[in-house]
Nanobody, 123 residues
Framework: QVQLVESGGGLVQAGGSLRLSCAASGRTFSWFRMGWFRQAPGKEREFAAAISWSGGSTWYADSVKGRFTISRDNAKNTVYLQMNSLNAEDTAVYYC????????????????WGQGTQVTVSS
């Protein structure tokens, strides 16, 4: 089992920045690829970003590419999502996920999920 706890969400004005954190406990954190997904009201949960177990590879949804940066610190069992140039379309609950499946940008590729943290961008 892996327990994931997100933090860092909140209310920010359009154009602003936030950094989300996800602290992991349980099974060895460094074994897993880590991902961030988000779910806006009335919409499906969608992929935002992912990072390989070593941090050597990253993947981003087109909608966040160039604005969001995912990183991880395996010594601290933590993954981060730096979000810049936020806009109203980024408003969602953001979920951290851990997995070893082959599907990097799909929920099916992840086995463990956090409870989510709300990000609200005011325009």
């Amino acid at each position: 089992q892996v327990q994931l706890v997100e933090s860092g969400g909140g209310l920010v004005q359009a154009g602003g920045s936030l950094r989300l954190s996800c602290a992991a406990s349980g099974r060895t954190f460094s074994w897993f690829r880590m991902g961030w997904f988000r779910q806006a009201p009335g919409k499906e949960r969608e992929f935002a970003a992912a990072i390989s177990w070593s941090g050597g590879s990253t993947w981003y949804a087109d909608s966040v590419k160039g604005r969001f940066t995912i990183s991880r610190d395996n010594a601290k069992n933590t993954v981060y999502l730096q979000m810049n140039s936020l806009n109203a379309e980024d408003t969602a609950v953001y979920y951290c996920a851990a997995g070893a499946g082959i599907m990097v940008n799909d929920k099916e590729g992840y086995d463990y999920w956090g409870q989510g943290t709300q990000v609200t961008v005011s325009s």
